[in-house]
């Protein structure tokens, strides 16, 4: 029983510090923000950010998953344009029922992870250079299947209420929220529980400890980090639905450069890049961080060229200050 | 020449959770050799990294000739004249010898690098060593013992007046021992205060003049070796009496071939190997450092690949590809390398216990039970007495010789009927290695078979039912308890040339 007792006062102290760090940056971000703009802490500013979060917190949680095993995913972006591309195939030009077409673009995502993960545990390829291939291949597939012009979903399918629509604000009138934000919030819950209570999980933070340990402990490492890459593409295929419903398209120009911005919110999240450590709350804080500085800088009419600049020093600082903590805890 | 060097006084070192040090002292003589001996985590090796700059001391003072000074970092230590060869290798495996150990201090001309005067003064302080090694050698390409020696030869290039030796010996064969205590010697002789960290009591006589033992992160006592006896050393360090039991008459172990391996070859490493184990059954593996016992494990767990030969569990041929298909197959293997393939460091214990067992552990949905992991951990933990201040603690902050017991106790949640232990003494103390034979000797008494790779032939003749002798990869020789002694055993372990089959 002793034992017990003590184990949960560390555990609490430990993440807590981790998580309110994050967490303290972005209410000072806020509040920061809230004085320097009138109409920044305003009811849809603040939707507003919601929604700029939601797909790259989306890419984010999959991503987070494989840095957390020891690995890394710089396809996601492109592979959620591939996501939107088939969905839109499948409902606009074969006339299919959105549902097919929502499941389809999610799968495609899912192969994708599948093909990285065999390319990195199977084939033995450093995740860095099979997942830069799968960047191009998403890339050339969705231009290829377009003929490099967008596909519009038509009206009358309301697929762009999947994200733009509002569940909460007919249950809670004024309350409009849109969907967008509940899918990510919805997928950070089982992205947290999966990577907190399942052994595909648990997997993850042994293969980003240890790989080795873990395979001669019996792990199958073929097995399981295919399973990874897979989940972590599933994510992204619901990012892909969530843009093309947002954009009411899919559009095969989009998509690179999102990779970047979804390992920068794991990073600032607290994400280890060597792997073996990190939290989904941390990740979608990361996301907010993100999104919230390119929102206020904005409000503050400051130019994008500049908020770029901003947002690279936040990812370095981020890093550092995680630096900084650790060292103090030895 | 009897005049102190260095002095440590009221050292306490904690870290989050575990008191290392409390108020301990030390102190060393120009031109001794004095042993520092204890338990695990009685605090030896981080009272010597104190010394050596890589931890900082939380309170006491620390004496260098004559003044008391701060040793910021490890920099700072060889410039002052200390420096340490550790316990775990700390050499870039792509560079040469000669780049490891001038790493930092390569010679220049002009900007570029000298790499001549570089491998010139490599070699001469192997000449003085009188070691057989071409300093332009990639480390990764030396065997382990070797790169203890290169290791050693950094610390002696620093010219230094304290050098702490952690462990030197756990990696070496005899010969390379006799070598290592000569050259201690030798630097004794010019002056140098040497500190010799050891869990080989029997090494203490041979090169020691004195003996510091710590327990549980306090200073015991000190004295001089040559008024002491081992067991007095003993009885300091566990702070009780425990009389090295006498082997065991191992019972017959039944005639039931558990494992059966056929004709096991790779390349030059391992040459045709055949041997059985039988259920209930310790088959010891004894060999000089680099003789393929490892090899032979790894490959029968799958580890490694091999080109050919068969393997047989319970009489049926079986295919092991891979380490999972062993593990299918209920064999385990301990490596001897536990930090680099034995524990995920940065997780914490319940979970490297569980390691075995997750996909056991969970429903169809792959959701984990941690109740019962917990449970599980709990009482493994308590039944090999495990020293964690909780079971979240980060295995990082445990001991070696805890450890140890980690990677025995996660094969113990498996609960495997074939258990390969590489080295399962490396590097723990005396109460700890009690621990385990004992609990080797359990395992065997619930009718699971074990093949123990040892380097320590006081630990085979003890524990093992058949031993059998390998020497640059094939074996040479299989002895029955009884017929097995320490000479025969290293007569077939030094058949050079590829010898016949005796027996």
């Known amino acids: ?330 | 020449m009897d005049d102190v060097i260095l002095l440590m006084e009221g050292i306490d070192k904690s870290f989050p959770g575990v008191d290392a040090l409390k108020k301990c002292c030390f102190d060393l003589k120009r031109g001794e050799v004095h042993a520092l001996v204890g338990e695990n985590g009685a605090g030896k090796s981080t009272l010597m990294k104190i010394v050596a700059g890589i931890y900082s001391k939380d309170n006491g003072k620390l004496i260098y000739k004559g003044e008391e000074v701060k040793i910021s970092n490890p920099n700072a230590a060889q410039q002052m004249g200390i420096s340490m060869v550790h316990q775990e290798l700390n050499l870039m495996p792509h560079l040469t010898a000669a780049q490891n150990i001038f790493i930092g201090r390569e010679p220049h001309r002009g900007i570029l690098l000298d790499e001549n005067a570089l491998n010139d003064k490599a070699q001469e302080i192997f000449d003085m060593m009188r070691l057989k090694v071409n300093p332009r050698t990639k480390v990764a390409d030396m065997s382990v013992a070797k790169q203890q020696m290169v290791e050693i030869a950094k610390a002696l290039s620093f010219n230094s007046d304290v050098l702490v030796f952690d462990e030197p010996s756990a990696a070496l064969t005899d010969v390379e021992i006799t070598e290592l205590f000569r050259i201690i010697r030798q630097m004794k002789e010019d002056g140098v205060g040497i500190i010799y960290i050891t869990h080989r009591l029997e090494e203490l006589k041979e090169i020691s003049d004195r003996i510091t033992v710590l327990r549980d992160g306090l200073y015991v006592d000190t004295v001089k070796t040559k008024k002491t006896t081992i067991d007095q050393i003993i009885k300091m360090m566990v702070g009780r009496v425990i009389y090295e039991s006498k082997p065991e008459i191992p019972e017959n172990p039944s005639q039931d071939i558990v494992l059966e391996v056929k004709n096991l070859s790779r390349g030059t490493e391992l040459k045709d190997i055949n041997f059985n184990l039988k259920k209930g059954e310790i088959l010891g593996f004894a060999g000089l450092v680099g003789a393929g016992r490892t090899e032979v494990a790894r490959a029968i767990f799958g580890a490694d690949p091999f080109e050919s030969g068969e393997v047989f569990v319970k009489n049926k041929k079986v295919k092991i590809k891979r380490p999972s298909d062993a593990v299918a197959h209920d064999i385990a293997y301990l490596s001897e390398d536990r930090k680099r393939y034995g524990l995920c460091l940065g997780l914490d214990v319940k979970n490297n216990i569980a390691m075995t067992i997750f996909e056991k552990m969970t429903n169809f949905l792959g959701w984990v039970n941690d109740k019962s992991i917990y449970k599980i951990a709990k009482r493994i933990v308590d039944q090999l007495s495990i020293k964690t201040p909780s079971l979240e603690q980060k295995v990082k902050n445990l001991s070696g010789g805890n450890q140890q017991k980690l990677v025995v106790g996660k094969w113990l949640a498996k609960d495997a009927g074939i258990l390969i232990f590489d080295e399962p003494t490396r590097g723990i103390d005396v109460g700890a290695k009690q621990e385990i034979y004992s609990l080797l000797n359990n395992l065997t008494h619930q009718g699971k078979s074990i093949i123990m790779i040892s380097s320590e032939l006081p630990e085979i003749l003890r524990m093992s039912h058949r031993v059998i002798v390998m020497c640059e990869g094939r074996i040479t020789g299989e002895l029955d308890y009884g017929d097995a002694t320490q000479e025969n055993i290293m007569q077939f372990a030094t058949i050079r040339n590829g010898g016949n089959l005796s027996n």
């Open chain 1, 1 to 330: 029983m002793k034992i017990k007792t003590l184990a949960k006062e560390k555990r609490t102290s430990s993440d807590t510090v981790q998580r309110l760090l994050a967490f303290g940056a972005l209410i000072i971000i806020f509040i920061f923000f809230s004085i320097a703009s009138p109409y920044f802490f305003t009811f849809s500013n603040v939707v507003g950010i919601l929604i700029a979060t939601a797909v790259n917190g989306l890419l984010a949680l999959g991503v987070t998953f494989i840095i957390i095993s020891g690995g890394i995913d710089l396809s996601v972006g492109t592979v959620m344009t591939l996501c939107s591309v088939m969905s839109a195939v499948m409902i606009k030009n074969l006339g299919l029922p959105v549902p097919v077409g929502i499941i389809v673009g999610v799968l495609t995502g899912g192969v994708a992870g599948f093909f990285n993960g065999i390319m990195i545990s199977k084939l033995k390829i450093p995740p860095f250079i099979a997942t830069l291939g799968m960047l191009n291949v998403a890339r050339g597939l969705s231009l290829v299947i377009t003929d490099l012009s967008p596909i519009y979903f038509p009206l009358e399918t309301g697929f762009n209420d999947i994200a733009m629509g509002s569940v909460l604000g007919t249950i809670i009138p004024g309350f409009e929220i849109p969907n967008a934000v509940l899918i990510m919030f919805g997928a950070a819950v089982v992205a947290g529980l999966v990577l907190t209570k399942t052994v595909i999980g648990r997997y993850c933070f042994a293969l980003g400890s240890n790989e080795e340990a873990a395979r001669l402990s019996g792990v199958n490492i073929v097995f399981w980090k295919t399973a990874i890459y897979t989940l972590g593409g599933l994510f992204v295929g619901v990012a892909g639905i969530v843009i093309a419903a947002r954009l009411n398209s899919a559009q095969p120009a989009l998509g690179q450069g999102y990779e970047l911005d979804a390992i920068a919110a794991a990073v600032i999240g607290g994400i280890s890049m060597s792997g073996g450590e990190g939290t989904m709350v941390g990740t979608i804080i990361g996301a907010f961080i993100i999104s919230t500085l390119t929102n206020g800088l904005r409000m503050m009419s400051v130019p994008q060229e500049w908020q770029i600049t901003v947002t690279g020093l936040i990812i370095i600082s981020a890093v550092y200050l995680d630096i900084i903590r650790r060292r103090r805890k030895v």
